[in-house]
């Protein structure tokens, strides 16, 4: 996905891009960013003003691209305090230990420092078998809170056209088809046309939708597919030995 408007298949993508991309231009150059759970890496190039470095433990049967620490998130091999800001883009619901992986990520940043954090509150299981849990946004306020965070933001990711487009998109792809999988008998055989129409107006509705999405933001009513937060580590009074 590369975010273009011209090949809007998945708005939520662009609305990733666009939020990263702030955050980036937020960091001053030279700022030593941590990429956590980085996978293909695909905002590296909005830090290119920055040291980048990623984190990824690489367990999971895809494509990486080169972590510079391959490790579990929950244990990094850097000393305490060597980041300016950290970037934790769709990771938390794939960490079955949440809890221990931000208090890490507080561990390893500097005091002051930023974190943007995105996760979704309503998306199918992905990454299997590393799919653990979805967030609300009470549970970010409570997570982040807990583990000495303070929060600067916290928003939708994209819009509810963007969380319908999501909808209809599985729905044109996981419809049943076939009589014997709708209903037993005649209702089965009546209902295959009707699936059928649905299915199709699905595709061509969800892309409509992701479009609409891509361009504005709709957030007075419906919830979203995925909450965004950035987050600042509270200063931490360190007492005199
Ligand atoms: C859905 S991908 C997101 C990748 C990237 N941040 C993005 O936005 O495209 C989740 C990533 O977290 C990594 N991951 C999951 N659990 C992890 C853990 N306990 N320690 C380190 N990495 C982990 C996975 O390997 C995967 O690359």
């Keep these: ?6 090949d809007v298949m998945n708005s939520s993508r662009i609305w990733l891009g666009r939020h990263n991309e702030e955050f980036a231009r ?3 150059a030279g700022s030593i960013v941590l990429d956590a759970g980085a996978g293909s890496q695909p905002y590296r190039h909005l830090f290119d003003h920055c040291i980048y470095e990623a984190a990824d433990f690489e367990m999971v049967d895809k494509e990486y691209a080169k972590s510079t620490y391959v490790c579990d998130l929950s244990s990094i091999p850097v000393a305490e305090a ?7 883009n769709q990771v938390l619901e794939h960490l079955s230990d949440p809890v221990a992986v931000l208090q890490e990520m507080h561990r390893v940043l500097k005091d002051g420092g930023t974190m943007i954090c995105s996760a979704p509150l309503f998306y199918e299981e992905h990454e299997q078998p590393y799919d653990f849990f979805r967030y609300t946004q009470f549970a970010w ?3 982040l809170g807990n583990a ?3 929060i600067i933001s916290l928003d939708w ?3 509810y056209l963007g969380t319908v487009a999501y909808q209809m998109e599985t729905a044109s792809k996981h ?5 014997k999988n709708i209903a037993p008998g005649a209702l089965g055989v009546a209902a295959v046309p009707l699936l059928a129409s649905v299915r199709i107006a699905c595709r061509h509705l969800a892309r409509v939708f ?10 007075q009513s419906g919830f979203p597919k995925n909450y965004i937060v950035v987050a600042k580590k509270l200063f931490v009074a360190r007492q005199a030995a």
Excluded: C, W
């Design 141 to 143: 306020r409570h997570l």
């Design 82 to 88: 060597r980041f300016d800001a950290i970037v934790l």
């Design 1 to 6: 996905m590369n975010g273009s408007l011209e």
């Design 26 to 28: 937020s960091l001053p």
């Design 175 to 179: 419809l049943p088809r076939g009589a």
């Design 210 to 219: 992701y479009r609409l999405d891509a361009q504005q933001k709709y957030t």
């Design 157 to 159: 990711m994209e819009g």
């Design 148 to 150: 000495g965070f303070e």
